[in-house]
């Protein structure tokens, strides 16, 4: 039998889930618009960084994800070893690098997505403080 702890319907494979980190920093790197929002499912969220309200829907990601790619060229560096999948979670640490053009900064951040049967995010949320931005030296 199952215990009562067992997620609801199909686990996913790791590797699918591994597949929908990697197409997520590509989104960001390419700055597409479309294939961010496609990783989301219906009525996904984003809580970036946690705490803030949580943007909702395909329209508001999409501006969303506008706002963070409108400041300068986003690179998403994942940690070697800093993908963790259990189950159809996923927890993987970066450090984002904004260049602005007239600076480069360095963001340490872990994000984490809750993936749908379909492998798309039902919820993702974002842990960094605005206080832990530093130029790259």
């Known amino acids: 039998g199952t215990s009562s702890g067992a997620p609801a319907g199909p686990v996913l494979p790791p590797e699918q889930v591994r597949a929908v ?3 997520y920093v590509r989104a960001f790197a390419t700055k597409d618009r479309a294939l961010y929002v496609s990783l989301f499912a219906d009525g996904g ?3 970036d960084p946690v705490g803030s309200p949580p943007v909702t829907g395909r329209d508001a990601l999409g501006a969303f994800f506008e706002n963070a790619t409108s400041t300068g060229r986003l ?14 979670h996923v927890a993987f640490a970066f450090t984002l690098h904004l ?17 749908d049967p379909d492998g798309r995010i039902r ?11 530093r130029p790259l030296s």
């Open 21 to 23: 980190v990697e197409t």
């Open 75 to 88: 690179e998403l560096r994942v940690a070697a070893d800093g993908v963790r999948v259990a189950g159809n």
């Open 45 to 47: 969220t984003v809580e």
């Open 99 to 115: 260049d602005t053009g007239t600076q480069v900064l360095v963001l340490p951040v872990i994000d984490t997505f809750d993936l």
């Open 123 to 133: 919820a993702m949320r974002a842990y960094w403080s605005p206080a832990e931005f």
